[in-house]
């Protein structure tokens, strides 16, 4: 029973992350949700992997954590308050004071963005991503592969195109590099990917880079484009990975499963195979599909917002 209870806290971390109107407040939930993620990938305890993916997940979530509160703590340090209405008065306020403590607040902002890319597993912090969704019981991956993305995105929204609205400048650079790392390292890698889990979490990788793109259009269509892709990744993440949740409970192996596995699903079940098909050509982007939809708003707002560039790319 511990496991549900241990689902229902991480999503109580999770509701908490989104109304959270502090910076202190957002650190507890976030370190809230992913004590539970921690012990969800290890659920499974008869299995070394699984107990491998928790370990990793802890000990580099920990890294990332204290990155988190080192820069909270610089920029507590410098302006001398933690809330997000005192914060935005105040960058809003005096152009004199924000010069003068500009530098301070880009280090502390640094290493809050650095903790934020490694939660969404953005390249290049995304090295332990494959290894947890690899070695995490299947039921535990659909649970952090697709839920906490949409909260991240979210707090991170209000975070820095209200509060830290100022520093847009450092915020589009450091989107725009991270998602174009993201949507070409995640693409290339996961051709050579023959693990179902290990390929989905390379796929996870690249999504992440589009919906970077999209955070960096900085405007509200951006913002539109952004959660209408959120909400077609969640959709179509849990109907791949239910899927190979199904391939899991009819063949009843413990070993992990390769693309071989699934050649036979036309055959055994031609409705699964069929479902299965129209939600990796969705993720693909492949037209008519709503993945194409998501794609082409977020590549029309990119343009329009003269990131050319990062388009094409």
């Known amino acids: 029973f511990e496991y549900f209870i241990l689902l229902l806290c991480a999503v109580l971390g999770l509701l908490l992350l989104v109304s959270s109107f502090d910076l202190i407040s957002l650190y507890l939930a976030i370190e809230l949700q992913s004590l539970c993620l921690y012990v969800l990938a290890a659920a499974k305890k008869d299995s070394t992997f699984s107990t491998e993916a928790g370990l990793k997940y802890f000990i580099l979530g920990s890294f990332s954590s204290g990155l988190l509160l080192f820069g909270i703590s610089v920029i507590y340090g410098t302006v001398g308050t933690t809330n997000f209405e005192n914060l935005s008065l105040l960058f809003a306020g005096s152009n004199e004071i924000l010069s003068n403590l500009e530098s301070s607040i880009i280090i502390g902002l640094v290493f809050i963005s650095a903790a934020f890319f490694f939660k969404v597993a953005a390249a290049p912090l995304h090295m332990w991503s494959p290894d947890v ?17 949409i909260a991240m995105f979210s707090v991170f929204l209000r975070l820095f195109q209200n509060v830290f609205s100022n520093f847009h400048d450092f915020f589009l650079l450091a989107t725009v590099l991270f998602a174009m790392f993201s949507v070409t390292i995640g693409s290339f890698v996961a051709l050579k990917q023959k693990k179902i889990k290990r390929l989905l979490a390379y796929s996870s990788i690249s999504h992440v880079g589009y919906m970077l793109l999209a955070f960096s259009a900085n405007s509200i269509e951006g913002t539109q ?33 390769t693309l071989v596995d699934l050649s036979y699903l036309s055959t055994t079940n031609p409705l699964l195979a069929f479902t299965g098909l129209v939600a990796f050509f969705s993720l693909a982007g492949v037209p008519p599909l709503a993945g194409f939809y998501a794609k082409m708003t977020i590549f029309l707002t990119t343009i329009s917002s003269s990131l050319i560039f990062a388009s094409v790319f």
């Open 225 to 257: 484009a952004l959660f209408f892709y959120l909400i077609i990744y969640m959709v179509t993440s849990v109907v791949l990975w239910s899927l190979l949740l199904s391939v899991n409970t009819s063949t009843n192996t413990e070993r992990s499963k």
């Open 133 to 149: 969704y690899e070695g995490a019981p299947v039921s535990s991956t659909i649970f952090f592969a697709v839920i906490p993305k």
